[in-house]
Nanobody, 115 residues
Framework: QVQLVESGGGLVQPGGSLRLSCAASGSIFRVNTMGWYRQAPGKGRELVAGFTAVGSTKYADSVKGRFTISRDTAKNTLYLQMNSLKPEDTAVYYC?????????WGQGTQVTVSS
């Protein structure tokens, strides 16, 4: 069972940037379709960025042009660069497969965008 540990969240002002990391205990790249999800208070979990089966990237319309997903195969780490952050980006961010394949969810990392 792969364990996922997210980090890099924090409090940032609108317009600011954060870089999230997701470290995996095992090789995550045997599954190509990893992604970043988020869950805002009172809302369901949504996919915001991910890799497709052919290695291209995809983004939710709400983050397109502001967020960038990347990965480091050697480090078994997934990243999410978030720029031009907005208050509506406030949520707990998680990584997992896309679609979820039964891997346990990590604790997530809180991102709060507020002035």
């Amino acid at each position: 069972q792969v364990q996922l540990v997210e980090s890099g969240g924090g409090l940032v002002q609108p317009g600011g940037s954060l870089r999230l990391s997701c470290a995996a205990s095992g090789s995550i790249f045997r599954v190509n379709t990893m992604g970043w999800y988020r869950q805002a208070p009172g809302k369901g979990r949504e996919l915001v960025a991910g890799f497709t089966a052919v290695g291209s990237t995809k983004y939710a319309d709400s983050v397109k042009g502001r967020f960038t997903i990347s990965r480091d195969t050697a480090k078994n780490t997934l990243y999410l660069q978030m720029n031009s952050l907005k208050p509506e980006d406030t949520a707990v961010y998680y990584c997992n497969t896309d679609p979820p394949l039964g891997w346990a969810w990590g604790q997530g990392t809180q991102v709060t965008v507020s002035s």
